[in-house]
């Protein structure tokens, strides 16, 4: 079970070994920075959960660029191994985002992943 840890709201850890520490914002991109960690696996993703329109407003839902921080990782990550991160990180975002670093927005209830960056994906196949 995925819980903000009290000394540190930036991160959120699920007990299991498994961490997703927010990292920060980028101000001209609005994308919030995580690093997923599992053991020896480190993985940097951005997250997107803006509307277009100006001033950006927060919506519901984050966009996971997934098969960016995977495919930066190298060798060692299958699909199956691809699809466990996301699901992690579906379950801390949606705990994370409910947290006090983000008590002005509206919580986050969906998460989807970009895994386009990614060349061993293949075409079409949707994260369960």
């Known amino acids: 079970m995925w819980q903000i840890r009290p000394d540190n709201p930036s991160i959120v ?3 299991a070994g498994a961490s997703l520490h927010w990292i920060g914002v980028s ?3 609005y994308l919030d920075v995580f690093d997923y960690s599992d ?3 480190k993985v940097r993703i951005s997250a997107w959960r803006y509307a277009p329109s100006e001033p950006p407003q927060p919506v519901d839902t984050y966009t996971v660029d997934l098969g960016w921080g995977i ?3 190298g060798q ?3 699909l199956a191994k691809a699809e466990e991160i996301a699901a992690d990180i579906r379950e801390a975002l949606l705990v994370w985002s409910k947290g006090v670093i983000c008590n002005a927005m509206p919580p986050i209830t969906k998460v989807v992943f970009d895994m386009s960056n990614w060349p061993l994906w293949p075409v079409g196949r949707q994260l369960p």
Do not use: A, F, K, M
């Open 13 to 15: 850890e699920n007990g």
């Open 27 to 29: 101000s001209r991109d």
């Open 39 to 41: 053991g020896n696996l």
């Open 71 to 73: 495919g930066r990782v």
């Open 76 to 78: 060692g990550v299958g």
